[in-house]
């Protein structure tokens, strides 16, 4: 079995919570209301930079065509992180921030009741065998560095030589205030060895990132979490996925998919009442310390939505905290395993998860950023 599949035969997660600098069946999806926006591809995109004048409706965004995703996302602008900027010092002291508040109640009459806790449990080491999946560190501000989940996933585009990854919008941009945060890097199986665990702080940094550190070079996220995202469960969290470019800051041949062994399809409009959910990431606040990946073994998701006009958000019982957020979501197609959500939101008391449900939108952001490079 290769790497990828051992990783997702044993697992794949993570909740709203950004972390901040420590203190850091597609027949269930129901139909939109007619839109306001112009029902054109074109025409949506004259509306479309910073999204002063509106954001458009679902069926303008399933629509868009690659000059709409590119006049978009030339709005927002990536920081590169300078090469070796990640070092020890700043990766433990990206913490998670404590949710300031729990999910505002969803008001969709079509809600399932919440699902019960699930207990996170421990990936065996080393990582490198789940390297698909990691961290991703990024910064809110000077000195602030913040931490997510991410994971590995393949590229239309470059068959066998992905270099992108999948992870929460709000690991990428804080959505209405307009901050694009900076720095943002990736480090798959971070602590493979467990050479962090316990408070251990090992100077060589291929003891904590043995297949790299991969600095962010384009990046996407959904229009609706750009124009409406903040820091309590809304409407935005329904299309709170991000999906980033990255390249090795020691430079090299190999694509990150050669890299780690392999990548994972995403899956796009999966029928829930097919999916069997297991949600991986690296839960950081407490009762864990953000060293070891953890993996939740959901099952079938529920269903949770805060407007009813928009794919309710998938929703597994699982006790991961924040710093899991981003983290892969995985269920099996065809006999193997497929990305078919990201942590997204949790409550306080961390009983459950929710993701987005990964829709035209999504497809049609990883089908834009694929080509752009």
């Known amino acids: 079995m290769s790497r990828t599949g051992r990783m997702l035969a044993a697992a794949a997660g993570a909740v709203l919570l950004t972390a901040t600098a420590a203190a850091c069946g ?41 000059s709409d995703w590119d006049n978009w996302a030339k709005q927002h602008v990536l920081s590169q992180a300078a090469k070796g900027f990640w070092d020890l010092e700043k990766l433990l002291s990206a913490k998670p921030k404590d949710p300031v508040a729990p999910p505002q109640q969803p008001t969709d009459d079509g809600n399932d009741p919440l699902p019960n806790a699930v207990q996170a449990k421990a990936m065996a080491h080393p990582y490198t065998q789940y390297g698909v999946d990691g961290k991703v560190f990024f910064d809110i501000s000077d000195n602030q560095h913040a931490v997510c989940s991410a994971t590995v996933i393949s590229d239309p585009q470059h068959p066998g030589k992905s270099n992108l990854i999948w992870t929460a919008g709000h690991c990428l941009t804080s959505g209405k205030t307009g901050k694009e945060y900076t720095n943002i890097a990736f480090v798959p199986a971070f602590n493979s060895s467990g050479a962090v665990s316990n408070g251990a702080k090992p100077k060589d940094r291929s003891q904590f990132a043995p297949l790299g550190v991969w600095d962010a070079t384009q990046a996407i996220t959904s229009p609706q979490w750009q124009a409406e995202g903040g820091e309590q469960g809304n409407a935005a969290s329904q299309y709170d996925f991000a999906i980033l470019r990255v390249q090795n800051d020691d430079g090299g041949g190999k694509s990150l998919e050669e890299t780690v062994g392999g990548s994972v399809p995403v899956w796009f409009n999966a029928p829930r009442a097919q999916l069997g959910i297991t949600a991986v990431g690296y839960p950081a606040a407490k009762p864990f310390d953000g060293m070891e990946m953890e993996r939740c073994e959901g099952g079938k998701p529920s269903r949770l939505s805060f407007d009813s006009s928009r794919p309710p958000m998938n929703v597994i019982g699982c006790t991961m905290t924040a710093g899991s957020s981003g983290g892969g979501w995985f269920a099996v197609k065809d006999g193997k395993p497929a990305l078919v959500s990201n942590t997204s939101i949790g409550p306080e008391n961390s009983t459950w998860l929710a993701g987005p449900y990964l829709d035209d939108v999504a497809a049609g952001a990883l089908d834009y950023i694929a080509k752009k490079n």
């Open 26 to 66: 597609p027949d269930e999806v129901k139909n939109p209301p007619p839109s306001a926006a112009p029902s054109t591809s074109a025409a949506a995109s004259a509306s479309v930079p910073g999204l002063p004048a509106g954001l458009p409706g679902l069926d303008v965004l399933k629509k868009w065509k690659f």
